[in-house]
């Protein structure tokens, strides 16, 4: 998996859940908030933790931050602070920027600012999101537990064609494909010689090192 560097604004449960798993799938993360005590507990936790004002052009332009491959603009009940925020990320450059949504009506607004995706805290957990952002096949995940897990994956033009059989992830990653979600209808329990076509969905279990071991490997072929 390709090393990235984030940036999350806004240090609170969800920044922070989404921040350390970020940095736990081995990935660069810039911490800001402007509450002092709330990045001291974060320091160590994330690759950097800057105390700044996300809103002063001037402070994020120190702080590199168009050199970010994605900005999280996790900031907590602020919804004026957030679209400032969104806003300054946008016209600085960012590759990418995510942004929470407090409302609706608040999402409606970060669409309308072009936020690259809005994030509805209460549809979408920080480390699902975590994981969504940098394996670009995932498209669902679900934790099982601390150690099992369910994920969706879509099938790459790298696999067009291949059977079960020769894709063979219970032997080589230890995970399985459960189900097949093809165009014509789901297949539960597929057989060896059940056939990907790029776009297909597989559904797998196993546990997170196996289903991230997995993921990598499709990086790597493309």
Do not use: W
Not at 29 to 34: A, C, P, R, S, Y
Not at 58 to 73: E, K, P, T
Not at 92 to 97: A, E, N, S
Not at 133 to 141: E, I, K, R, W
């Amino acid at each position: 998996m390709e090393l990235q560097q984030f940036a999350v604004v806004g240090m609170g449960r969800f920044g922070s859940g989404l921040a350390k798993e970020l940095v736990r799938l081995g990935h660069q993360v810039l911490g800001i908030d402007k509450d002092e005590e709330v990045v001291a507990e974060m320091t160590g936790a994330v690759t950097h933790a800057v105390v700044a004002d996300a809103t002063d052009e001037d402070v994020l332009r120190s702080l590199g931050i168009r050199n970010f491959d994605c900005a999280i603009v996790a900031i907590g009940d602020d919804i004026q602070t957030s679209i400032l925020v969104s806003i300054q990320m946008k016209e600085l450059g960012v590759k990418k920027v995510v942004a929470k949504a407090l409302s609706e009506l608040h999402g409606r607004v970060l669409e309308r600012l072009d936020v690259d995706r809005v994030i509805y805290p209460e549809r979408d957990m920080g480390i699902r999101v975590a994981h969504q952002l940098v394996s670009p096949n995932l498209l669902d995940y679900i934790e099982l537990s601390k150690e099992y897990t369910i994920a969706e994956l879509s099938v790459p033009g790298c696999m067009q064609g291949m059977s079960l059989k020769e894709l063979n992830p219970r032997a080589r990653f230890g995970c399985s494909i459960v189900a097949l979600n093809k165009p014509e209808g789901i297949i539960i329990a597929p057989s060896a010689e059940d056939v990907l076509n790029e776009r297909d969905i597989m559904v797998m279990i196993g546990t997170n090192h196996q289903i991230e071991e997995f993921e990598e490997s499709i990086m790597l072929k493309k």
